[in-house]
């Protein structure tokens, strides 16, 4: 069973910053990719960014480039998304997600945490 639980939304005012944490319950979490997308209402999940299982492969959607980054802290099974110069479109709820393959370089999500809100006023 894998279980993630995610942390860290909130509300924040245009241009701030947040960091958003996802824990994972699963053996050898360091053998698996990690990743995390959003939805706002009314829309499709999209992705925002993933971590390959080495850490040494991440991948960002055009629309946080630069501003977002991912990491991983393997002996404490977490992922984590620093948000940076954040921005109103930027208000969704995000989801963090895990593949079931080993050792891959990019994410394909199996696994989904239950959503953290994210909300950027202007």
């Known amino acids: 069973q894998v279980q993630l639980v995610e942390s860290g939304g909130g509300l924040v005012q245009a241009g701030g910053s947040l960091r958003l944490s996802c824990i994972a319950s699963?053996?050898?979490?360091?053998?698996?990719?990690m990743g995390w997308f959003r939805q706002a209402p009314g829309t499709e999940r999209e992705f925002v960014a993933d971590?390959?299982?080495?850490?040494?492969?991440?991948r960002f959607a055009d629309s946080v480039k630069g501003r977002f980054t991912i990491s991983r802290d393997n002996a404490k099974s977490t992922v984590y998304l620093q948000m940076n110069s954040l921005k109103p479109d930027d208000t969704a709820v995000y989801y963090c997600?895990?593949?079931?393959?080993?050792?891959?370089?990019?994410?394909?999500?199996?696994?989904w945490g239950q959503g953290t809100q994210v909300t950027v006023s202007s």
């Open positions: 997600a895990t593949d079931s393959a080993l050792m891959t370089t990019s994410l394909t999500p199996a696994y």
């Open positions: 699963r053996r050898a979490f360091s053998l698996y990719a």
């Open positions: 971590i390959s299982w080495s850490g040494g492969s991440t």
